[in-house]
């Protein structure tokens, strides 16, 4: 069981590029969260999604950002037009369809905006 | 942003001490209470976790113990270890599938 993956673990973009940050949930988990977590603070909720809906997406910026998925392959979060208060560490997680309270986190993925 | 309130933010003891994290929850309808420990360049990953119909639990060195009046929640660790040293995080669900997370205790035990 290979766990949650995230790719890349480490992206540098300059600002007003885009960011693609990709998570394959664990084997048989249908939900999937995506969380963001600044240096020296805490898991801030962004998006949770079950394949093809988007369930909540409260903590979620209006603007720039985008998540989806799809019914094959990775969730994908989307940063548009980046800019450097962008930079952080995202995690993604998952959890089994039944909706059990346990979140299983993946490496991360650290953007970095020039 | 809604978080967890969580405390100390952070916390420094010797080797063997017993630090001790504490968390206060607003949901009274969760049904489960967990810590989460995460080590510079990891993900979090669950340590231990308590359901509400008791009042103390423990794995090794860790004891989560629960006070439903104080909508309270607290991590202990026994013996503590320099391997310990590590962020940990205390989480809530919002709703039936929002979980979010205490702003995170910043451990250091000194060797």
């Known amino acids: 069981n290979a766990g949650v993956m995230q790719n890349p673990r480490h992206l540098v973009r300059r600002r007003g590029q885009e960011a693609r940050l990709r998570c394959s949930p664990m084997?048989?988990?249908?939900?999937v969260y995506w969380y963001r977590q600044l240096p020296e603070e805490g898991l801030k909720f962004m998006v949770y999604?079950?394949?093809?809906?988007?369930?909540?997406e409260s903590g979620m910026p209006k603007e720039r950002f985008s998540a989806e998925f799809p019914k094959e392959g990775p969730s994908i979060l989307r940063i548009q037009q980046v800019v450097r208060g962008d930079s952080a560490a995202y995690f993604c997680?998952?959890?089994?369809?039944?909706?059990?309270?346990?979140?299983?986190f993946g490496a991360g993925s650290r953007l970095t905006v020039l | 942003q809604q978080q967890v309130k969580q405390s100390p933010q952070s916390l420094i003891v010797q080797k063997g001490g017993i630090p001790i994290i504490n968390c206060a929850y607003e949901?009274?309808?969760?049904?489960?209470f967990p810590w989460y420990q995460q080590f510079p360049g990891k993900g979090p990953a669950l340590l231990i976790a308590?359901?509400?119909?008791?009042s103390e639990k423990k794995e090794g060195r860790f004891t989560i113990s629960f006070n439903k009046s104080a909508k309270q929640f607290s991590l202990h660790i026994m013996d503590s270890q320099p391997g310990d040293s590590a962020t940990y995080f205390c989480?809530?669900?919002?709703?039936?599938?929002?979980?979010?997370f205490g702003t995170g205790t910043r451990l250091k035990v000194l060797a």
């Open positions: 999604l079950q394949k093809e809906n988007i369930i909540d």
């Open positions: 084997k048989g988990h249908s939900h």
């Open positions: 989480s809530e669900r919002l709703g039936t599938y929002k979980y979010i």
């Open positions: 308590i359901r509400p119909d008791v």
């Open positions: 949901n009274t309808a969760f049904d489960y």
């Open positions: 997680a998952s959890s089994p369809p039944d909706g059990l309270n346990v979140l299983t």
